[in-house]
């Protein structure tokens, strides 16, 4: 079946720098992709939604300016938490839609900000 | 707009116990699709089941079972026999085919715990 790598598993950084986590659709084309945040005891909230070649649609209350997406191939879409801050430590999954009706998720990215 | 509840958000059961886990949800399309998965400690979503809006057909899988009513908006997740590997938190979520983007919204999700 369709499976999205998501890299990395975990990732701890220190407040200011900025984290990069990668989606790979690794058999399947998504031409778009989800990005939610959980953060511990809490539902996954819908962060944005990306589809290739075009600008990321954010969710309402959203910084688009502190979590920058690019989906520039099909196969491809990254969430770069640029400056980030203690609050921003959660846990981080993309989706791609891997036919009409169907959802595949990538393992997901534990953030940690000290 | 799109929205799903939960209105469990815990639930302990003792293990060989059946137990339900509800789920409520508001859509504006005719045209959906419900979701249930599973989400262990270690954070992964593992997919349970995929259900249209126009099957309305209760579904049994081994231990599991669904329950879509459209007209009470409901898609009910029984758990037979429960066990203790049953524990973790399940989410029922809804997309919308024509609304939304095909966006994927989750409801708040239940603890189960299955003790010994």
């Known amino acids: 079946g369709a499976v999205v790598s998501q890299h990395p598993s975990r990732v701890i950084c220190k407040s200011g720098t900025s984290v990069k986590i990668e989606c790979r659709s690794l058999d399947f084309q998504a031409t778009t992709m989800f990005w939610y945040r959980q953060f511990p005891k809490q539902s996954l909230m819908l962060m944005a939604t990306s589809n290739e070649g075009s600008k990321a649609t954010y969710e309402q209350g959203v910084e688009k300016d502190k979590f920058l997406i690019n989906h520039a191939s099909l196969t491809l879409s990254t969430l770069t938490v640029t400056s980030a801050h203690p609050e921003d430590s959660s846990f981080y999954i993309c989706?791609?839609?891997?036919?009409?009706?169907?959802?595949?998720f990538g393992s997901g990215t534990r953030l940690t900000v000290v | 707009a799109q929205k799903v509840t939960q209105a469990q958000t815990e639930i302990s059961v003792v293990e060989k116990e059946d137990v339900t886990l509800d789920c409520v949800y508001e859509?504006?399309?005719?045209?959906?699709?419900l979701f249930w998965y599973k989400q262990p400690p270690s954070g992964e979503l593992v997919f349970l089941i995929r259900r249209n809006s126009f099957d309305e057909q209760n579904e049994i899988s081994g231990r599991y079972s669904w329950n879509f009513q459209k007209s009470t908006s409901s898609f009910n997740f029984t758990i037979t026999a429960s066990q203790v590997v049953d524990s973790a938190v399940y989410f029922c979520a809804l997309s919308e085919v024509y609304n939304q983007g095909g966006k994927l919204i989750f409801g708040q999700g239940t603890e189960l715990s299955v003790k010994p």
């Open positions: 989706s791609a839609r891997a036919g009409a009706d169907g959802y595949t």
């Open positions: 859509t504006r399309d005719t045209t959906y699709y």
